[in-house]
């Protein structure tokens, strides 16, 4: 018989990390705790793997790629069922998240070689007598260490990136998800059985830690801002480059002329959406005053149809249940309303859909990440309002917008590395998109070109192909040859 835990803790029991459902407590799988030892071998035996998956080139890596693409689509129903076990995700949701991982993993593996392979450079006149090449080398070994939120697609972006990339992963899934994290290496070995390109290591911050400071050439992290700062600490000690996916507060915007009924079903999918549990979760609404009592009125009628453990599952961890639960005392306590849920939201590991209202700019509600199925709306008096409340905080990773006439304008005022217009969180889904944030939200990107492009090192070559028309860098020039380069130059930049 299956032994029954604490309700979504994990725990160590002889030498296994074992993770439980948040919901019933139920063993959803265990795996082998991973000491600094064990991260420091793991990461030298992908050294060796990288060499060789780099040596297969671009096309060797795209065929093997899309071979684990198809495994993991043929498989989703086993994936979808192992993430519900695990993290209490409801089914529909954990389909929908391995589809956008599918996405990412086919477009990084079909784009790798137009994005980072041998291309020469146009040559500029000064220097025509060399031609220029550049290329994106792999840094070797890569870290990836990934959140429990979304710990199918959110690690796979990166990881997917980093393969086509001609890198060997290490990956440290979540303590909370590591039986997710360990199917993921276990199918890419079927694929790709002769070396360890993509291996897992599990543990808590301590092997997060070693993975930091192995001297891997990158390293990747989703979680929190707070564990952010603690990653770029520990990483520094080597000169570790890092790419931070951190926390956020995103923020919907709704002009006057937007569709109202539409904004409203956006706002309830961003915001409740994996028990609002969501990076790029909406968690403020500011809505220009002409429809502000619509749209209310709108999301509360929508949230209020959910059905809690079904629409709603459960927060994955204990300590996210006592964040909401203090956030919507803290709304309540400092005169917000609650026109959806409330003080009596919270029901064990399951959380009601909250929207609150007249909540203070200055509440933990409104200025913190609170993750968890929870939506404060403000009235404002128009959009420029929005725009500066919406600007107010120190996290800037995703928004929206709803309008007509000025959404995109609107859209490209607002401090964040995405926007959604007339949606909400489409751009996750989108594999030539570049995903990541500012500020406290963090910095680098994954997914796209520019994701791409994280995994690889520009190598810049120039070749001679003839001789100088004028030889600036020799001791052999002459005091002719320094005037005719300075009347080349006053001919090329005066105007």
């Given amino acids: 018989m299956t032994a029954t835990r604490t309700p979504g803790l994990?725990?160590?029991?002889?030498?296994?990390?074992?993770?439980?459902n948040p919901t019933t407590g139920a063993e959803?799988?265990?795996?082998?705790?991973?000491s600094a030892d064990d991260v420091?071998?793991?990461?030298?035996?992908?050294?060796?793997?990288?060499a060789w998956w780099a040596s297969l080139g671009f096309d060797g890596r795209r065929a093997r790629l899309l071979r684990w693409r198809t495994l993991i689509l043929e498989r989703i129903e086993e994936l979808a069922a192992l993430a519900y076990a695990e993290s209490g995700k409801p089914h529909a949701d954990a389909i929908v998240e391995t589809s956008a991982a599918i996405e990412h993993l086919d477009w990084a593996a079909r784009n790798a070689k137009r994005v980072l392979g041998p291309r020469r450079m146009r040559t500029r006149l000064v220097l025509a007598e060399h031609s220029g090449h550049l290329e994106y080398q792999p840094y070797g070994v890569v870290g990836v260490i990934g959140p429990w939120n979304y710990p199918i697609l959110t690690p796979l972006g990166p990881i997917s990136g980093a393969l086509a990339a001609g890198n060997a992963v290490v990956f440290k899934p979540s303590e909370y998800t590591p039986v997710v994290g360990q199917w993921l290496a276990d199918t890419f070995a079927e694929v790709v059985p002769e070396q360890p390109v993509l291996q897992a290591v599990h543990g808590f911050g301590?092997?997060?830690?070693?993975?930091?400071?192995?001297?891997?050439?990158?390293?990747?992290?989703?979680?929190?801002?707070a564990t952010a700062k603690k990653v770029m600490a520990a990483c520094?000690?080597?000169?570790?480059?890092v790419i931070i996916e951190a926390g956020g507060k995103d923020a919907m915007i709704v002009d006057a002329d937007a569709d109202v009924r539409a904004a409203a079903e956006a706002a309830v999918w961003g915001a409740l959406t994996n028990a609002g549990q969501t990076c790029i979760g909406i968690e403020r609404v500011y809505a220009v005053a002409p429809?502000?009592?619509?749209?209310?009125?709108?999301?509360?009628?929508?949230?209020?149809k959910l059905k809690l453990g079904e629409d709603i599952g459960p927060m994955t961890t204990p300590a996210q249940t006592d964040v909401v639960r203090r956030h919507i005392d803290d709304a309540l306590a400092g005169g917000g309303r609650a026109v959806l849920g409330g003080a009596d939201a919270v029901q064990g590991s399951l959380i009601a859909p909250t929207v609150l209202v007249d909540v203070p700019e200055d509440s933990s509600a409104v200025r913190e990440e609170t993750f968890g199925p929870t939506l404060t709306i403000t009235k404002v008096s128009d959009a420029d309002e929005a725009i500066s409340k919406a600007n107010a905080l120190p996290y800037g990773l995703g928004g929206s917008v709803f309008g007509k006439k000025n959404a995109i304008r609107i859209a490209r005022r607002l401090r964040s590395g995405m926007v959604a217009v007339n949606s909400t969180l489409t751009f996750v889904g989108m594999g030539n998109l570049p995903f990541g944030g500012v500020g406290d939200s963090g910095f680098g990107r994954i997914h796209g070109e520019d994701g791409?492009?994280?995994?690889g090192v520009a190598k810049a070559i120039t070749v001679r192909r003839g001789p100088s028309l004028l030889?600036?860098?020799?001791?052999?020039?002459?005091?002719?040859?320094?005037?005719?380069?300075?009347?080349?130059?006053?001919?090329?930049?005066?105007?």
């Avoid at 725990?11 to 074992?18: F, Q």
């Fill in 10 to 20: 994990p725990v160590v029991e002889d030498g296994s990390l074992i993770s439980t």
């Fill in 236 to 241: 520094a000690e080597n000169l570790t480059p």
């Fill in 452 to 455: 791409l492009r994280e995994f």
């Fill in 471 to 495: 030889p600036a860098m020799t001791f052999e020039r002459t005091p002719q040859q320094v005037q005719r380069i300075v009347k080349a130059l006053k001919v090329l930049y005066r105007n």
């Fill in 40 to 50: 420091g071998n793991a990461v030298e035996r992908a050294r060796t793997a990288a």
């Fill in 28 to 34: 959803a799988g265990r795996v082998p705790v991973s």
């Fill in 291 to 304: 429809v502000y009592d619509a749209f209310v009125a709108a999301v509360v009628e929508k949230a209020g």
């Fill in 206 to 225: 301590e092997a997060g830690a070693a993975l930091c400071r192995s001297r891997v050439g990158k390293i990747t992290f989703t979680g929190s801002t």
